[in-house]
């Protein structure tokens, strides 16, 4: 009996399984029927690892044992050779799509990440078939590898209003019989808004986790990076691509900074800068040119990596421009307006402009809807109380943002702090 299987197995899985259920959908052409078939494997995985022990090569296995699970499928339903001409058909039609070197840069780009299972798998999850809601659900799903409830809580919806959108999304994908494919040149357009979305999305979840013990998933981070770089050469005329890479690149430098040796949040303020890696800093600015180069005004993604573009030019916390972030918090509340904008423009005003102004703003958005079981609410409200000195209202601020808080680490840092402020009043 392998004593870590299971540990292991659900590491390799985080890893894989979007790779897994983006192959698996090329073959079958099912996006729901892809993620059971992947699923199949990971429970086969379960009962054999432990007793037989880990593969040399298990994201390989997985690959392989759900693959064959879609051929047995196809056999079962008689299928196999339509199937199978199918896919032949798909390959001619791919190669077809190789140009010669004199072509445009935009076709070029293509025949580079055509072949990339995953981005097909975003953008088939991304089909205009499906509401903006459902689009951004399935692909954190599919290739977030989120469960149901940790999608509701990035959703800020309830679970079960979520579990109904991912079943709806997956019958209606298979109903229209969504092709597996990226959109061509003239259809781009109409899915990419919620394709950068649910990328951002990812790198969010990889950043912040939404629950689990760990306060980053790196793995999602470099995945979601990967996907930005790729999309801005299939649309290296679209700003807002740009946009997104920049802010995510810009982010990602704080990587190293974000958490102590034991794996503790490090808040922005106190971090060491001497951590944050000045190479994806030189990379995120270049695309925070190139988006500017681009034209067309600032849009929401290229607004927030300039947020992260002023933090980032700062030699220290107290070198940050507080006023001009206040100022493209404002810019960015007229280009995307929602109360999650709203609540960071507020720490922007507390640093700028002293924590009453602050806790004025936040305290305007109490009776927002969405943000009743929104862990940052209170967290940002105990920290403007705390620089204020009501110390008891404080505590109980970040006591209930423990207990809204889904990840581990952020609850433990919200008690903490809680315990800070109750033992300061003793």
């Known amino acids: 009996m392998h004593p870590g299987a299971g540990r292991i197995i659900a590491s390799v899985w985080r890893r894989e399984s979007a790779r897994i259920v983006a192959a698996v959908a ?9 993620e059971e078939l992947a699923q199949d494997a990971l429970v086969s995985a379960l009962e054999h690892w432990p007793a037989s022990g880990i593969p040399d090569n298990p994201g390989a296995w997985l690959m392989t044992a759900a693959k064959n699970g879609a051929f047995d499928r196809m056999r079962r339903d008689k299928v196999l050779q339509e199937k199978l001409q199918e896919i032949g058909l798909d390959l001619e039609a791919q190669e077809a799509l190789v140009v010669p070197d004199f072509v445009d840069g935009l076709d070029a780009a293509r025949n580079d990440v055509i072949g990339d299972d995953v981005l097909r798998l975003i953008f088939t999850a991304c089909h205009p078939v499906l509401s903006t809601e459902a689009r951004i659900a399935l692909t954190l799903k599919t290739v977030a590898g989120l469960t149901t409830q940790e999608i509701a809580r990035a959703c800020l919806v309830p679970e079960a209003t979520l579990a109904q959108r991912l079943v709806r999304a997956k019958r209606t994908l298979r109903d229209a019989q969504v092709p597996f494919e990226l959109p061509p040149p003239d259809a781009l357009a109409e899915r990419l808004d919620t394709v950068l979305q649910v990328v951002y999305l990812i790198f969010n979840e990889g950043y912040t986790a939404t629950s689990g013990d760990d306060w980053m998933r790196p ?12 999309l801005a050469r299939l649309a290296p005329g679209e700003p807002e691509v740009h946009g997104l890479v920049a802010l995510m690149e810009l982010q990602a430098s704080r990587a190293k900074a974000r958490a102590d040796a034991n794996g503790r949040p490090v808040l922005l303020r106190d971090q060491d800068r001497t951590q944050w890696d000045a190479d994806l800093i030189g990379l995120g600015l270049a695309s925070l040119a190139r988006a500017a180069l681009a034209g067309g005004g600032r849009g929401p993604y290229q607004l927030q990596a300039e947020i992260a573009a002023c933090h980032a030019r700062a030699a220290t916390f107290a070198d940050t421009d507080w006023r001009a972030i206040v100022a493209v918090y404002e810019e960015l509340s007229r280009a995307a307006p929602s109360p999650v904008v709203e609540l960071n423009r507020a720490v922007a005003v507390g640093m700028a402009y002293g924590p009453q102004q602050a806790l ?17 609410l209170p967290a940002v409200r105990g920290d403007l109380l705390e620089q204020l000195g009501r110390r008891p209202e404080a505590c109980a601020e970040f006591e209930r943002a423990a207990a809204l808080a889904g990840n581990t680490r952020e609850r433990e840092l919200m008690l903490e702090r809680a315990a800070r402020n109750r033992t300061a009043l003793s």
């Open 219 to 230: 793995a999602l981070c470099d995945e979601a990076l990967r996907l930005g770089r790729l």
């Open 26 to 34: 090329r073959i079958v052409r099912d996006v729901g029927l892809a």
């Open 360 to 376: 004025d703003v936040v305290d305007a958005l109490g009776s927002e809807r969405t943000l009743q079981d929104y862990q940052w």
